[in-house]
C-alpha cells in the first residue's frame, strides 16, 4: 500500500496544458497552409455564388422553377460556406473558449 500511497502523491491535482506553437517542427508552414486553404475556400464560394446567380437568373428567365429553385438554393449555399470559411477561426477560439471553462 506504500507503494500506490506514494505514486497517488506523486500525480498533480492541477493539470495546466496550453497550446505550444514551438513543440513540433512545421507549425509555422501548417499554418500557411490553413490560410492557403481559407483562402483557396473563399475563391470558391465567390464561383459557386456567380454561378449559382446565372443559374438563378437562366431558371427564372426560361420559367423554370426547378433551375430557379437550384440557383437559390446555390446562392445560399455559397454564402453560408463562405461565413463559416470566415468565421472558421473565430467559432474554433469561441469552443476552445468554452472547452477551458468546463
Known amino acids: 500500500m506504500d507503494a500506490f500511497t506514494s505514486v497517488v502523491e506523486a500525480v498533480p491535482t492541477q493539470i495546466n496544458i496550453n497550446p505550444n506553437e ?3 517542427p512545421g507549425i509555422r508552414a501548417l499554418r500557411r497552409i490553413v490560410g492557403a486553404v481559407m ?3 473563399l ?6 455564388l456567380i454561378i449559382s446567380a446565372i443559374v438563378w437568373g437562366f431558371g427564372s428567365n426560361s420559367s423554370n422553377p426547378h433551375l430557379a429553385g437550384r440557383g437559390k438554393t446555390g446562392v445560399l ?7 463559416i470559411t470566415g468565421a472558421s ?5 469561441f469552443f ?7
Open 22 to 24: 514551438s513543440g513540433l
Open 39 to 41: 483562402t483557396i475556400g
Open 43 to 48: 475563391v470558391l464560394s465567390v464561383l459557386a
Open 77 to 83: 449555399i455559397s454564402c453560408g460556406a463562405a461565413i
Open 89 to 93: 477561426v473565430t467559432l474554433i477560439n
Open 96 to 102: 476552445w473558449d468554452v472547452g477551458q471553462g468546463i
